[in-house]
């Protein structure tokens, strides 16, 4: 153990030492350093596992939602109004404001190339663990690779490590993002082959054959939508749902309890980005959502300061009023997900913000902390996407729509049952039901676009709708600069 420790810790460090630079195609690679000294044992493909792992903590922690949720209508103008947040959800990003670029991104993928790379060629003790590791390892590149297509569409594809620095292995063209999802697929496919047994690691932190399911329903749905797949993608979209709920999964009663950083590992999380007390001190994106003390005036109520407990973080920004007011009071999503926080002011309450208590994290000693873990998948989400891929199918989807209906509702479900429509009618409520259950989760960019809702539906995109370009990301200069053969996304 006291080796793989120290393998993983100079993994580490060597990733934080060779990843100076803005593009990661101009980056110095790990291999340099490792290949010669640690792919040769068990304990050396585990320590770059981990360092895989450990990589794409460092990006889920502040990106993701920058990503999958930024753009959308969820968040506002909060207390704070940081001006580097303001251009994602007004949609005025350019190719000089959008200083999130795909570096950390490549370095996640530069990890997992490693391992697909030079684990097959190390002797194992049992096969099966060797197979677990490279089955997380294409599933890892895969998601990255999903990531990279939803948010800049064509993009360079790198499948070997970076081991020189000769022009042909350092610049990387953008490739069509037809030959990304390729790979993409193809990579699920390996990994489902990889994987030994359809069980999770008890905090549910690594990628499990049922989450590689879940990733292959996500997307196909989207290839199935965005680029024109049609009905034998939603077919296989369907296929890998319903195998992936063949494992140890459940809807937990209590909706509020799904992201408690006492519960880690509960049977709804499937795949999640694991944060613990000491050894990880860093808050996620959610200290962004909160309110410090300076911002709870004196004539804030006692039940609201009871709900805020110990103030953290700072309210950069805060969800909509467009979308708070979409939550019915009798969904108990409602409370559990965020909190409006009013003062009295001449005798009437004055609105001040809105915090979100979804990841809201744990006190101690009288600091917040920010370490519930981000969740990637869980199991309403495989429902809500089983759902969506019957409806594309033609099939009905209320059993799905009324299991995530009946938790959310409890004894008044009976005013919310969800009945079949028609195609149409029943997207828009499965779309929206995306949006009360996985509210501030990263999830909403990417739901809009698949449903082609983002021009209907974002304020600050609405009568835009000629200007697809605008469901991408711009590529910045920075990264154009460190490599010849970026080109821009097409209309910036």
């Known amino acids: 153990m006291k080796k793989i420790i120290n393998i993983y810790l100079l993994f580490i460090a060597a990733a934080f030492c060779n990843f100076s630079c803005d593009d990661i195609i ?17 304990d050396d493909a585990v320590g770059g596992l981990y360092g ?45 404001n959008a200083d999130l670029h795909w570096q950390s991104m490549y370095r996640v993928i530069s990890f997992a190339n490693l391992i697909i790379k030079y684990v097959p060629d190390i002797p194992f003790n049992v096969d099966s663990d060797k197979n677990d590791i490279l089955a997380q390892a294409y599933t890892m590149r895969a998601y990255m690779y999903f990531l990279l297509a939803k948010t800049w569409g064509d993009v360079p594809l790198i499948t070997e490590p970076t081991e020189g620095f000769d022009a042909e292995t350092t610049f990387q063209e953008r490739r069509p993002v037809s030959e990304v999802f390729q790979l993409i697929k ?4 390996q990994a489902n082959g990889l994987f030994s047994s ?65 519960n880690k590992g509960n049977e709804e999380v499937m795949f999640v980005v694991h944060f613990e007390d000491i050894e990880y001190t860093t808050s996620t994106y959610f200290a962004d959502m909160y309110i410090g003390a300076n911002d ?13 407990g110990a103030a953290g973080g700072l309210n950069w920004w805060a969800p909509t009023e467009l979308v708070r007011n979409q939550f019915h009071p009798d969904d108990q999503r409602r409370d559990a997900s965020f909190l409006e926080v009013y003062a009295q002011e001449g005798g009437q ?3 001040i913000t809105t915090i979100v208590l979804k990841g809201q994290g744990i006190v101690d000693g009288g600091v917040r902390k920010f370490l519930d873990d981000i969740v990637v998948y869980r199991y309403a989400d495989l429902l809500l996407l089983k759902a969506e891929a019957k409806n594309a199918l033609g099939q009905d989807p209320s059993g799905e729509m009324n299991q995530i209906r009946q938790r959310a509702y409890g004894d008044q479900f009976s005013n919310f049952e969800f009945e079949n429509g028609s195609q149409i009618e029943n997207d828009e409520a499965i779309l929206q039901e995306r949006l009360l259950e996985f509210a501030f989760e990263s999830k909403r960019w990417w739901d809009l676009v698949r449903f082609d809702k983002a021009f209907e539906l974002v304020p600050s995109l609405q009568g835009k709708s000629s200007e697809r370009h605008l469901l991408l990301w711009p590529v910045t200069l920075q990264t154009i600069s460190l490599n010849s053969k970026v080109t821009q996304t097409a209309g910036y």
């Open 52 to 96: 895989m792992y450990s990589q794409f903590r460092v990006f889920m922690r502040a990106n993701i939602v920058l990503l999958g949720e930024a753009r959308s209508e969820v968040m506002g103008d909060g207390l704070q109004n940081a001006d580097y947040r303001i251009k994602y959800f007004e949609n005025t990003l350019t190719e000089t």
């Open 198 to 262: 359809n069980e999770f690691n008890e905090n549910r932190s690594l990628w499990s054959k049922p989450a590689l399911n879940v990733l292959k329903g996500d997307v196909y749905l989207w290839t199935g939508k965005v680029l024109g797949g049609g009905q034998s993608d939603f077919t296989t979209a369907l296929n890998a749902l319903n195998e992936a709920e063949n494992s140890q999964v459940s809807l937990l009663d209590d909706f509020s309890q799904i992201f408690d950083y006492d």
């Open 349 to 351: 309450p004055a609105y």
């Open 26 to 42: 101009e980056a110095e690679p790990e291999s340099i350093i490792t290949v010669n000294s640690f792919w040769n044992s068990e």
């Open 296 to 308: 709870i005036r004196s004539t804030v109520d006692q039940e609201t300061r009871d709900i805020i």
């Open 186 to 189: 193809s990579d699920i496919d």
